[in-house]
């Protein structure tokens, strides 16, 4: 079974920048639309940020986070990005990559925790 | 902004039926929301349970069943087992290209 996995994450200062990146293990994620989400400590689930597999110029943002983060696929398809800046306290969370399909979430992989704080 | 509602908790015996439900705050919940349910275990990552309303997801059992009650999107657990007590989440699409999360339910089995 394909498995989703990110990383990236780490500690930085407020206003700082982050580069998440999701690779799917044993598997290429050429035709999947993929997510981020993400969940602060002790909270819920948030979504964060799509990309389509089909057009990558198709992209969307919760409101959060629009102007600050930037979700993107290398040429070749095999990796999905999201360029953390302006990176605030409440942005402290584990963040997930997901398969899109059918208006849902699949293929949860285990997170990758982004830690913002001076 | 767009509110979706879920109870914050929710109890249930061994052996009952829970229903769980995912609300919007100003407007009715139905099929073109595409809803969906997650199950998470504290320190696991979550698991997808249902999708498009009333879809089961590889290997999920059949005690767990979606659908649309009413004006909000609804999961049913028949025959509650004490592995069952986690957080549940919805969400709905509310188009173009943006979904929301409800706040999630505690459900516990005792």
């Known amino acids: 079974q394909v498995h989703l996995v990110e990383s990236g994450g780490g500690v930085v200062q407020p206003g700082g920048s982050l580069r998440l990146s999701c690779v799917a293990s044993g598997n290429s994620l050429y035709s999947y639309g993929i997510h981020w989400l993400r969940q602060a400590p002790g909270k819920g689930l948030e979504w964060v940020a799509f990309i389509q597999a089909s057009d990558v110029n198709e992209r969307s943002y919760t409101d959060t986070v629009k102007g600050r983060f930037t979700i993107s696929r290398d040429n070749s398809k095999t990796i999905v990005y999201l360029q953390m800046t302006s990176l605030r306290p409440e942005d402290t969370a584990l963040y997930y990559c997901?398969?899109?399909?059918?208006?849902?979430?699949?293929?949860w992989g285990p997170g990758t925790m982004v830690t913002v704080s001076s | 902004q767009t509110v979706v509602t879920q109870e914050a908790s929710f109890s249930v015996s061994p052996g009952g039926t829970v229903t769980l439900t995912c609300g919007l705050h100003s407007d009715s919940v139905s099929t073109t929301h595409r809803p969906s349910w997650y199950q998470q275990t504290p320190g696991q990552a979550p698991r997808t349970l249902i999708y498009n309303t009333n879809t089961r997801s590889s290997g999920v059992p059949d005690r767990f069943s979606g659908s649309i009650l009413g004006n909000k999107a609804a999961l049913t657990i028949t025959g509650a087992q004490v592995d069952d007590e986690s957080d549940y989440y919805c969400v709905l699409y509310m188009g173009p290209l943006i979904w929301v999360f409800g706040g999630g339910t505690k459900l516990t089995v005792l």
């Open positions: 997901v398969h899109g399909r059918d208006y849902s979430f699949h293929m």
